[in-house]
């Protein structure tokens, strides 16, 4: 790595970089400051204080009257409206810019870590919308029913009713037309492209109505479980909601020694090793799939995703090694030492000893990574036989 002015090898230098940007695309100083402007989803009350202060406070958004339901780890700014029936999950961000709105129809769900924002014209979403964890959505129109992966990014777009955009894959500028998927990993900035776009599958639409089915049960479960245990619950490290697919409730067992950033989330049957080091914002939910294990000496990253598929589950072995923004998700078996880079994604896989995955890599599917397996960054990992044709170690 080339060492840059600020002491920084160059793939530091290019998160710092990269975040900046997002700061500067959620407004800046107000972003930065925890500022928020206004709230269409709940009131809020201002009361002088002593000496020109003011205190805000903000009603508690965790229930709607429409039956959504937001987390108290989500972030709102500006100007955002909520369907019936939505669940918003935690350090979610919707910002909406001066004079912009994001309005999101019913039965929208966002999971962790996912950012949507209005900055320079509305952002409007249809029914039955689902953003899976860490997405991002900027300027666009999102028609009925579509569905946006695992770190996808989205914006000055209109995506047409049915659609998805996959995991790692950027869209810009374009129209998506209805019914239209994408490859993961890839990035379409050209009408042609948009346009030439493979048409769904019925294995498609199965898996969007079980995302569904999953996230409306969210919606009921985790007010459900606001009301019983209160906010508290809904915090910090804490039990599942009860549902079809998780009818027991079960709190985290945290390792000996292990030390946890700012709004970490942890939730129902994880199991997480001793002296594990887990960065801010990050989220270990067995709320769908679970168990989820984690082993020993696990370094994890920020804004982290460990979640797992209704009927799945997540084991990771001792001593990995986890980069900011990664997605771990089920059903996935990982043996020890890995290394996930920033920005990874890793769905479905079997991965052995000592695999590594560099920044951005995808792999999903039903593939096995092999003992000292290393994924380029970018690259995109979907069969067996890309994944034999891999270097290792």
Known sequence: ???????????????????????????????????????RAGAQEATPLADDRI??????????????FISPHVEIYGDVVFGRDCFIAGNTILNAATGQTVSLGDANNCQDNAYLTANGADLQFGNRVSVAHQAAIENSIIGDFTFFGFRSRVRDCTIGEGSMVMHNTTVEGVTVPPNRITPSGVTITTQEEADALPELTPDHEEFKHGVQHVNLEFASGYALLYDERGRAAEEGIGP???????????????????????LVRIVGDVRLGARARVGQRTAILADEGTPIVIGGNARIGGRVTFHALEHTDLHVG????IGDECVLHGPLRVGNNLTCEDGAVLFRATVENNVTLRERATVIGAVTLHEGTIVPEYAVIETQEQADDLPRR
Request: glycine letters at 12%; one cysteine or more.
């Open 240 to 262: 599942n909601p009860v549902t079809s697919f998780t009818p027991m409730s079960i709190e985290p067992s945290i390792g000996e020694g292990a030390r946890l950033g700012e």
């Open 1 to 39: 790595m080339v060492a840059m002015g600020c002491g920084c090898d160059e793939r530091r230098w290019r998160r710092m970089l990269d975040r900046r940007r997002v700061l500067q695309a959620f407004g800046g100083a107000a972003f930065a400051a925890g500022v928020v402007s206004s709230q």
């Open 318 to 321: 001792d001593n990995p090694t």
């Open 55 to 68: 205190l805000i406070q903000r009603l508690p958004l965790a229930q709607l009257a429409n039956g959504s």
